[in-house]
């Protein structure tokens, strides 16, 4: 069965600290995993998206890393800010078509203190 | 931001009400999609479409329709609105680009059934 798995479920941490979500998977066949962040009330935003030859991609303060081989992924927060308070969504897409799948986890709620 | 728009953003109707929800976006995408999200919980897919006059099920079972008339504007219908019925909402579009097809989400529609 196709699944996205990630945890923490809920994290908290203090303004100015790294963290690392994970994400682990069991989608095959396997296109390509994207990482969304979703604020309270608002719709998920695409942050990074890596293929199967891809191994770690950055965008700003956030890494993610994909290991395709153990099917797992992180994704590393540097230097936390206030704003980085959100919902942090892994998605695994089966195919990269149009007749392509999306699995989604229930995503890292990430809280971070002054 | 992606220019995709979601109206109205909250709702709160009584049973039985007939309910649209709009959903339109400015990129000239083909694909656009529906999702139900309950808090905590991943985001399932109830509707999409492939373009003008094309409109599939989704993964998630459910009563509403969709309509796909115009390519920039992609609707949701509840003939009869039951309290099983109260989620979140998000539309999401994207473009035909095989191996990275993000989807860019709307804000979202939360809706409350009485």
């Known amino acids: 069965k196709n699944q996205v798995e990630q945890s923490p479920q809920s994290l908290i941490i203090l303004e100015g600290k790294n963290c690392t979500l994970q994400?682990?998977?069991?989608?095959?066949?396997?296109?390509?995993l994207r990482w969304y962040k979703q604020d309270t009330g608002r719709g998920p935003v695409s942050l990074t998206i890596?293929?199967?030859?891809?191994n770690t991609k950055s965008n700003g303060r956030y890494t993610a890393t994909l290991d395709a081989d153990t099917k797992q992924s992180s994704l590393h927060i540097t230097a936390s800010q206030l704003s980085d308070s959100a919902s942090y969504i892994c998605?695994?897409?089966?195919?990269?078509?149009?007749?392509?799948?999306?699995?989604f986890g229930r995503g890292t709620q990430l809280t971070v203190w002054p | 931001e992606a220019d995709i728009y979601q109206t109205p953003r909250y709702l709160v109707i009584g049973t039985g009400k007939k309910i649209t929800l709009e959903c339109s976006q400015t990129?000239?995408?083909?694909?656009m999609y529906w999702y139900q999200q309950d808090p905590g919980m991943e985001l399932h897919l109830i509707h999409y479409?492939?373009?003008?006059?094309?409109?599939e099920k989704g993964d998630l079972s459910s009563e509403s329709t969709v309509s796909r008339i115009r390519t920039e504007h992609f609707p949701l219908t509840l003939e009869s609105a039951r309290p099983s019925h109260t989620s979140q909402y998000l539309c999401?579009?994207?473009?035909?680009?095989?191996?990275?097809?993000?989807?860019?989400f709307g804000p979202g529609t939360r809706l409350t059934v009485l």
């Open positions: 999401a579009s994207s473009e035909e680009d095989r191996g990275s097809d993000t989807q860019y």
């Open positions: 994400c682990n998977y069991t989608v095959s066949p396997f296109s390509n």
């Open positions: 890596m293929t199967f030859s891809e």
């Open positions: 998605v695994v897409s089966d195919r990269g078509s149009t007749l392509g799948r999306l699995y």
């Open positions: 990129m000239g995408h083909d694909k």
């Open positions: 479409s492939y373009g003008v006059n094309s409109t």
